[in-house]
């Protein structure tokens, strides 16, 4: 049974950084990409990141390059999401996902197995 535990979300002021991460179990490591979304209130569930295995590459959305960073340990079998410069926007439950080839991806159907959402809350 694949399984995703996510942990690191909390409370942060604007300008300030979190890193969240996903350890994934049940699944040939190397075999998939990491994802990373987000939902906000009242919004839709969008793309955020995503990392593809064994220097496949990685995959930003425009409102978070430059300012989120997605990395792989092997050896842990976890995908990390370090977030910097935080905005009030950036607001919402963060999702990890793993994907079913190894590259990287913004579409969320090429995700078959989700963690259960970590809250992160920037105040201004």
């Known amino acids: 049974q694949v399984q995703l535990a996510e942990s690191g979300g909390g409370l942060v002021q604007a300008g300030g950084s979190l890193r969240l991460s996903c350890t994934i179990s049940?699944?040939?490591?190397?075999?998939?990409?990491g994802g990373w979304f987000r939902q906000a209130p009242g919004k839709e569930r969008e793309f955020v990141a995503s990392i593809g295995w064994g220097g496949l590459g990685t995959d930003y959305a425009g409102s978070v390059s430059g300012r989120f960073t997605a990395s792989i340990d092997n050896t842990k079998k976890t995908v990390y999401l370090q977030m910097k410069s935080l905005k009030s926007e950036d607001t919402a439950i963060y999702y990890c996902?793993?994907?079913?080839?190894?590259?990287?991806?913004?579409?969320?159907?090429?995700?078959?197995?989700w963690g259960q959402g970590t809250q992160v809350t920037v105040s201004s």
């Open positions: 049940g699944r040939t490591f190397s075999n998939s990409a």
């Open positions: 996902a793993s994907s079913r080839g190894p590259n990287p991806t913004s579409r969320d159907s090429a995700y078959d197995f």
